[in-house]
């Protein structure tokens, strides 16, 4: 099994099983870039309450770049991975194009149908549905600012433990 668990600084915890067998790529970059402490200290940095919390950038603005994508692991993508974007399923953010996610990822807090398909979820939350109520009802500056917390929740720790070999990460410049 491949999980993962995210830490925040107030020592409460999400978990997520991950599935490696249905979003290889997805999950490799994500646990890659986890157990390199990158998420460490960053913030979930848009929060809209009934639909998403964001995190991952590497400045905590979600307009900002990663330095590198990988390729998109979803249905309009040709990668059918049949994984949904309900309660508590973690994806992966990106702009426009198809092969644009980097570090960015979100979670669901609700059911969000409309994502299905055109992002690359690649895992499901076990435990800290409590963690994920309180940090999207947590106050943000509001649309015209991508839902930017007031004060910017930061993650402790990020990191993905799995019991069998995750693929070599192909990351695209």
Request: aromatic share 8%.
């Amino acid at each position: 099994m491949t999980t993962c668990e995210i830490i925040m600084q107030d020592g409460k915890k999400m978990v997520f099983k991950l599935f490696p067998d249905k979003a290889p790529i997805t999950t490799a970059s994500f646990a890659e870039t986890a157990n390199s402490g990158f998420y460490d200290g960053l913030a979930f940095c848009r929060i809209v309450e009934g639909f998403v919390i964001q995190g991952g950038s590497p400045d905590d603005d979600i307009m900002t770049d990663s330095d590198f994508h990988i390729i998109g692991e979803f249905a309009e993508n040709g990668h059918d991975t049949g994984l949904v974007h309900c309660r508590g399923a973690i994806s992966m953010a990106r702009d426009d194009a198809p092969d644009t996610a980097g570090t960015q990822f979100f979670i669901c807090h609700q059911d969000a149908d409309r994502l299905n398909g055109k992002y690359a979820a690649f895992g499901m939350m076990t435990d800290g549905y409590d963690v994920l109520d309180e940090l999207a009802a947590l106050p943000t500056s509001g649309k015209e600012t991508w839902n930017k917390p007031l004060n910017m929740p930061r993650m402790a720790s990020v990191r993905v433990t799995s019991d069998v070999p995750l693929p070599q990460v192909t990351r695209l410049p």
